[in-house]
């Protein structure tokens, strides 16, 4: 689940998501379940209920923010055109990160947004840096 690259530590990008999403689940659960309970409280003050319902609901949205992400994948492939399994994929200045499986495949999600250089690294080659414009498409 976590590796290093140097100093930084390296997470799967599949434990974060999976992570993030059980959070998430447990809490628009909690929160709608709430939702629920308090339309059924305050069925008789039309008023609250509405004020109330709506601040929930505006909760709820932002825990959408989260599945909003950019999902990066590829080949890893040295200048044979050969796999290269086990390395490391990651954004500068962040732990975001994972490594290519043994078929040279990867597939790094993120929430990341704007210009961001995507660095590549594996022991015995030279690392490669790229550039890249996220957004949500």
Request: hydrophobic share 40%.
């Amino acid at each position: 689940m976590l590796q290093w690259y140097g100093n930084l530590p390296i997470f799967h990008s599949s434990f974060l998501c999976a992570f993030y999403r059980s959070i998430l689940t447990a809490w628009s659960v909690l929160l709608s379940r709430l939702v629920i309970c308090c339309e059924i409280c305050i069925r008789n003050q039309t008023q609250v209920a509405v004020k109330f319902r709506l601040l929930l609901y505006l909760l709820l949205a932002q825990t959408s923010l989260v599945y909003s992400q950019t999902t990066i994948s590829g080949y890893i492939r040295d200048t044979k055109g050969e796999s290269v399994p086990g390395a490391n994929i990651y954004f500068e200045g962040t732990f975001e990160g994972t490594t290519s499986d043994s078929s040279g495949f990867f597939n790094l999600a993120t929430i990341l947004k704007g210009e961001r250089v995507l660095l590549i690294s594996y022991m015995g080659y030279e690392s490669y840096s790229q550039s890249l414009e996220l957004t949500n498409a």
